[in-house]
């Protein structure tokens, strides 16, 4: 059995009438591929995490590549722009398809304020890529990482949808102006990655956070406070959360019991393990699954 590898690798989510967000995570060694109809009243924002992915149009004829912490932004109120895109291995990548109606209810004041939805461009095709800055690749990790309840994922998805627009379009004079100096170093918001990276490959014997800020070769209180900072809680309740969502998944297979899977995830007895998950998910294994 393969370990930490993610059983849904892609997934799409509608946040609300006209908005959907697609959550694409390759973690194989293949490049895959997806293709989505998008029709001409929709805006597309591409967001590449990790790694890249390469968008395709006019039957192939014609490719875009978006490389990792850049973002792309579609619109061609003139033709469909069906999604057609490669995803490298080892990538992360999340898109918004929003429709302009429910676009022009976001920035009803402010409208005036984007190149696209000023009434002279109304009709025009309009492509914008850009870096994301420190703030936006946080919001991003935190889409893919996060340790609550699987029935409030959509509630949190959709709040850091909203977070992730209000920066992806604010506008100051220095853009990159950001409230944690330290984060402001994508080198260390690299680490910062590595070090969650080598949590969960190492999950069933992990390192201390000495060990963990040696490895990653931050000071303890940068990997603390950093790792808080992009994930939303501390070092080890994102471990844990990991490990109990993880088991989750496998057991929801029903190809392994409880004492395989509590092997898997790093507990040297079924029991210890069996009273972490009541703690996580309020019932033992086997009642989850009885309900599940």
């Known amino acids: 059995m393969k370990k930490n590898v993610d059983i849904n690798w892609h997934q799409e989510t509608t946040i609300e009438d006209g908005f959907f967000i697609l959550k694409c995570n390759n973690q194989t060694e293949d490049t895959k591929s997806i293709n989505r109809e998008v029709s001409r009243n929709y805006i597309q924002l591409h967001f590449c995490i990790k790694n890249s992915i390469k968008l395709f149009f006019n039957q192939g004829g014609y490719a875009l590549e978006v490389l990792e912490n850049n973002s792309l932004l579609l619109y061609n109120p003139k033709q469909d722009l069906p999604i057609n895109v490669d995803i490298a291995p080892k990538s992360k990548w999340i898109s918004l398809l929003i429709s ?3 676009f022009h209810t976001f920035f009803t004041s402010e ?6 939805l000023k009434d002279e461009n109304i009709d025009k095709k309009y492509y914008y890529d850009k870096l994301l800055i420190p703030a936006e690749i946080i919001v991003l990790n ?5 340790g609550l309840h699987s029935s409030l994922e959509i509630l949190y998805t959709k709040g850091k949808v909203y977070e992730l627009l ?52 931050l000071p303890l209180q940068h990997l603390k ?13 994102f471990l844990f959360n990991y490990k109990m969502e993880f088991a989750r998944k496998l057991l929801a297979t029903k190809k392994y019991n409880v004492t395989e899977v509590s092997f898997e995830v790093g ?18 294994p086997k009642k989850y699954l009885s309900n599940f």
């Open 166 to 217: 209000s920066l992806f379009f604010h506008k100051t004079d220095n853009d990159n102006v950001q409230n944690c100096p330290f984060l402001e170093n994508e080198e260390n918001v690299e680490k910062i990655r590595n070090s969650k990276n080598f949590l969960i490959d190492n999950m069933t014997d992990p390192p201390s956070l000495n060990e963990l800020a040696n490895h990653v070769k």
């Open 225 to 237: 406070d950093g790792f808080k900072q992009i994930y939303g809680e501390t070092v080890f309740t």
């Open 142 to 146: 935190q889409m893919f990482n996060y």
């Open 100 to 102: 302009i109606e429910k």
């Open 267 to 284: 507990y040297s007895t079924p029991s210890h393990f069996i009273a972490a998950f009541k703690k996580k998910f309020g019932a033992t």
């Open 111 to 116: 409208a005036g304020l984007i190149h696209f």
